[in-house]
C-alpha cells in the first residue's frame, strides 16, 4: 500500500504568520533556464515564515492534485542561491480529496449544467451523470435516465433548478425517481427554494404556495439511507423551515461567507459597511457580518408612498454594500442607494445571494466606472449562481460580479 504523501511545502524564507487568499500566487525559481513559475492557488494557505533572507528564492513545489489550477510565468530575475524554509498548507478537502471522501454521483438539469460542472471540479469524489430530457408530441416530459442500476448502492445527489412551474413539474418525477434506484442515500440540492418571495397572506383565500413546494418534497421517497437531505441557500422567509415535514432534512446554508471573502480582496476593504434595507434583511444576516460597522433602512409610509429612510447609523465617506437575500424589479435597492447617497456614502455597492431580475430588470442597475457615482450608479452588484437563467444575462457585465457556490454545495455533499 502506497504511502500518504506529505502535504504540500511551500519554501519561503520570516518570523510572522501569513495567510494567503483565494486569489494570491506564488513563485516557484527553477533551476534550470533560469526561470519562475507561477503557481496559482485556489484556496487558502496558511504560512509561516521563518526569515526574510534570500527573498528572491521562494519556492512552491509542485502537486499533482491542483495541477489543473497552475499556470506558467517567464521572467529572469532570480537569485539562484538562497537558504530554503519549508512551510506547511492547509487547504480544504476538496482540493486535496482522501480516501475516506464520500464518492457522489451528481446528476443535473439543463439548467444547472455550468454550475454542477464546477461542483465536480471542486472534488475528485463527486462524478457527474446525464440525464436524458425530452418530451414526448403532447408536450409532457419522456425522461430518461441512462444506466440507472449502476447507481445502485452509491450516494446520489440532484441539482436542481425550480426557475418556473414547468421546469418544476419536468424535474419533480426525476427527483421522486431516484430515491427508489437502491441507493445509498440521495441529497437534493436546490440552491434557490423560489416559492414564497412574493407570498402575502393577509386575506381569507390567499394560498401559500411555498407550503404546498414544502410538502411536495417532504413526501420525496425515502431512500435505503433514510430520508431525503435538502440543500437550498437563504432561504427567503425564515419560518419556510417549518413548512418541510418529518420525511426530508433540510440543510439551510448562506451565501454570505462568499461575500465575506470578496470583501477581504477590495483595496478599500478597511472602509466597507454594511447597509440592510430593512430589518428582515437586518435580523437574517447580521450576526454573519458583526464584525463590519452597520446602516439599518426602514421603510415608512407617508400617504400613499413607502419611503426609504436610514434607522441607524452613519454611511458617510464609506463604500456601503447593500445586503439581502434577493432581488426582483430591484426598487427597494435604488431607494436604499439613493438615502445613503444623500447621507454621504463615499461608493455603493449591493450583493443577493439570489438575482431573480424577473423582465431584465437588471438592467436599471448601472455601474459608476470608478467616477464615485453613488448616487445613480454602483461600483459593485454581487450575486451568486443560484439562478442560472440570470447568471446567462449578467456574466461580464459590470457592475454584475457572479459569487458561485460550488465549493460550498460541494461540501455540502460531503456531510
Known amino acids: 500500500m502506497a504511502a500518504t504523501p506529505p502535504p504540500p511545502s511551500l519554501s519561503l524564507p520570516s518570523n510572522k504568520s501569513l495567510t494567503l487568499k483565494r486569489s494570491h500566487s506564488l513563485f516557484h525559481p527553477s533551476k534550470k533556464n533560469n526561470k519562475k513559475s507561477l503557481f496559482s492557488f485556489s484556496s487558502n494557505l496558511r504560512c509561516e515564515i521563518k526569515g526574510f533572507e534570500g527573498h528572491r528564492r521562494w519556492t512552491v513545489d509542485r502537486i499533482s492534485d491542483m495541477s489543473k489550477d497552475s499556470t506558467a510565468l517567464s521572467n529572469s530575475n532570480t537569485n539562484p542561491s538562497s537558504p530554503l524554509v519549508s512551510v506547511s498548507a492547509v487547504t480544504s478537502a476538496s482540493q486535496f480529496p482522501t480516501k475516506n471522501a464520500k464518492k457522489v454521483v451528481l446528476f443535473f438539469c439543463a439548467e444547472t449544467k455550468a454550475l454542477a460542472e464546477k461542483i465536480a471540479a471542486e472534488c475528485d469524489a463527486i462524478e457527474l451523470r446525464n440525464i436524458s430530457w425530452g418530451k414526448f408530441p403532447d408536450g409532457f416530459p419522456n425522461i430518461f435516465i441512462p444506466n440507472a442500476q449502476g447507481i445502485r448502492g452509491m450516494h446520489v445527489a440532484f441539482l436542481a433548478s425550480f ?3 414547468a421546469v418544476i413539474f419536468e424535474q419533480i418525477p426525476v427527483i421522486y425517481a431516484l430515491p427508489k434506484l437502491f441507493i445509498a442515500s440521495f441529497t437534493l440540492v436546490l440552491p434557490f427554494f423560489p416559492t414564497g418571495t412574493s407570498e402575502r397572506m393577509e386575506d ?3 394560498i401559500a404556495t411555498a407550503f404546498t413546494l414544502a410538502r411536495l418534497l417532504s413526501n420525496i421517497p425515502i431512500s435505503r439511507g433514510g430520508p431525503t437531505s435538502l440543500v437550498t441557500f437563504d432561504i427567503h422567509a425564515l419560518q419556510e ?4 415535514g418529518d420525511n426530508i432534512l433540510p440543510c439551510f446554508e448562506s451565501g454570505i461567507p462568499l461575500l465575506k471573502r470578496r470583501l477581504q480582496d477590495l483595496p478599500d476593504s478597511d472602509n466597507i459597511a454594511i447597509a440592510f434595507p430593512d430589518d428582515g434583511a437586518w435580523k437574517r444576516f447580521h450576526k454573519q457580518l458583526q464584525h463590519f460597522p452597520t446602516i439599518v433602512c426602514a421603510k415608512v409610509r407617508e400617504g400613499d408612498q413607502r419611503i426609504v429612510r436610514i434607522k441607524e447609523g452613519d454611511p458617510k465617506d464609506r463604500h456601503i454594500v447593500i445586503v439581502d437575500d434577493l432581488v426582483q424589479s430591484g426598487g427597494t435597492l435604488i431607494e436604499c442607494q439613493k438615502v445613503l447617497a444623500a447621507h454621504g456614502a463615499a ?8 438575482g431573480i431580475f424577473p423582465n431584465n430588470s437588471w438592467a436599471r442597475f448601472e455601474h459608476d466606472n470608478g467616477n464615485g457615482r453613488p448616487g445613480s450608479a ?7 449562481d443560484s439562478c442560472p437563467l440570470t447568471v446567462k444575462e449578467v456574466m461580464n457585465r459590470p457592475p454584475f460580479e457572479v459569487l458561485s457556490l460550488s465549493s460550498s454545495i460541494s461540501a455540502s455533499l460531503q456531510i
Open 163 to 165: 426557475s418556473s412551474p
Open 347 to 354: 461608493k455603493i455597492s449591493a450583493y443577493v445571494t439570489h
Open 378 to 384: 454602483f461600483t459593485y452588484f454581487w450575486i451568486t
Open 204 to 206: 381569507e383565500g390567499d
Open 241 to 244: 423551515r417549518f413548512y418541510f
